[in-house]
Structure formats: C-alpha cells, structure tokens
C-alpha cells in the first residue's frame, strides 16, 4: 500500500494497513503527534506539542523515552557520546580498553571509571599516571573516604591526606562519643569460649585457643598472651577488640585520670584499672591509655610486662 503526493495536500484519518486482517496496524493520527501501532501495540510515537519521542510507550516523559532494553552497536565498539562535549563519553564494548566484556566513562578525554570483566573482574577509577581523586560522601561529610590520585594517599574523614593512611576521628567517629561497653578499630572473629563472654571485659587467648578472662594477680593470665576486649558473648560472632577505642564502662576499676595509662586489674578478673598492680607475684601490664572522657580509653596493649617479685 502506498501514497503519492505530487503536490498540495490531503487530509487523511488513521491509516490502516489493507493487509491486516486484524485492523489493528496502522498510523495513529493525533493532535500534534503521530504514533505508530502494530498489532495494537504502539511501538513509536512522536510528540510535537512535547518534543519528546516514545519507543513503547505512546506518553513519553523524556526527549526520547525507551521502554524496555536498548542495543548500540552491531559489532565492535559502542559509544554514547555527549553532543556538547564529544570527549565525554560511555564506551561499550570493543577493541583497546577495557575490551568485548568492559564499559569504559570518560569525562573531557579522561578515563574516570572502568568496569572490566575479561577474566580481571576489576573495578577501576582512574588510570596510572592520572591524579584521579576518588571521594565517598555521606551525611555528615564529604570526606568519609577519600583517594588522592596526585599523592597517592588515602584519608579517612579528610581531604588532606599526609601519609599514606591518614585517618582523622572526628564528626560522627569520634571515639569520644561512644555509647557506654561500645567500641571499634581492629576487631577480630576467632577463639573460643566455654560461656557467654561479657561485653566490655579483658580477656586473653590460652594455649587451648579460648578466652579466658585476664588478671593481672599473677603471670599466666594475661602477662604475655594475645589480650581482647570482648565485643559481646560470642567471640566468633561479635567479635573482640585487639586495638582501638572502647567506653570501658562496666568493667572499669579505679579513678579516671585524663590521659593516664591503664593496667590489667589484680583484683576482679576481667577488669582494667589505673592502678599498678603492686602484690607479691602479680605482673604490670599497659594496655593503652586514658582519653579526655571518662571512660574511654585507647586500647593498645603493651607486648612487655613486669613481675612483681
């Protein structure tokens, strides 16, 4: 079926293909638009009173509006380029980087990020020998993880990193805010116990593999061995804090003295003091330091100790 115009014009309704038993392909004549039906399913419309073009669906909501999957590309590379600035781009696909199974952004002609799954399974932002810097930003700050590509540094809640780990405790991680037996740095998930662990208590790791509860009352509980502070009952479930800041609230003994050093207890077990242990056959052991807040100390247990003679 066809049309032939030579000159002027015609008035027409919806067109319908003659061939269609179905009566249900055709041009579909609105105001201002022009739709495509077939099989009475509107594969394309085109808006002028929008400007917008649909692809299965006869309201589209964007210039152009897809809806379903969109294939680019017969054979090689696909690009989806921005009219404005040609160099910045997604590639998909193709010889070079990052090959048939990769995606490659490039903004104003620099490799920002690349997702390749040629038998890497990597994840890139950047490329070596480009000063890429990399944030994570969240609620209370824009710096939560940042990469700086010039220097090659990594900060933690800063954008000025100065050594190659730089983590700054401040905002929302200060460990000065921390809740009452809570904690966090280097925490580990092994060992054992033959009862529920208490949350907040010194422990130590014996030749068994278990966690016992350390005191500093004579050597063989705690004066060498790996200390912890549990995290809560299990230790292979909540784990226990080898390093890092912990409100020690409950298991505390003694006064608090702002930037002090603190003991294993010789008196109850599990227990962490400012006191020296001073008895007959008892040992001195550091295991950090007090913070400006009650409580809150920096555990970083000393490798040494002292036996009480």
Known sequence: MAYKFATGSVERGDIYN????????YLDWNEDAVGVVAGGTTVFVVSGSTARVGIGTDSP???????????????????????N?????????????????????????????TLDENGLDTVSIGTSGDATDFKVMTTNTDYALYVSGGVDRVGICTSAPAV???????????????????GGGEVVFFGTSSAGLETGALYY???????????????????????????????AEDGMLIRGFFDVHTYYSG??????????????????SDQVPSASDSYVRTVGYSTDTTNVIYFNPDATYVEIG
């Open 164 to 182: 190659s780990l730089d983590i700054h405790y401040t905002g929302s991680g200060d460990p000065t805010n921390l809740d009452n037996d809570e």
């Open 18 to 25: 003659e061939d269609d038993a179905q009566g249900n392909t």
């Open 61 to 83: 909501d964007y210039t152009l509006d897809v809806e379903g999957y969109i294939s680019v590309g017969s054979a090689g590379t696909a690009y989806i380029i921005n009219n």
């Open 255 to 272: 006064s608090f003295v702002k930037g002090g050093p603190v003991y294993v207890h010789s008196g109850s077990n599990g227990y962490i």
């Open 205 to 235: 790791l014996n030749s068994d593999g278990g966690w016992a509860s350390a005191s500093a009352e004579a050597t063989g509980s705690g004066h060498t061995q790996f200390l912890g502070i549990s995290m809560g009952a299990k230790p």
């Open 85 to 113: 600035d040609t160099d910045t781009h997604i590639k998909l696909g193709g010889g070079g980087t990052p090959g048939v199974d990769g995606m490659l952004f490039t903004c104003g002609g620099k490799a920002m990020l």
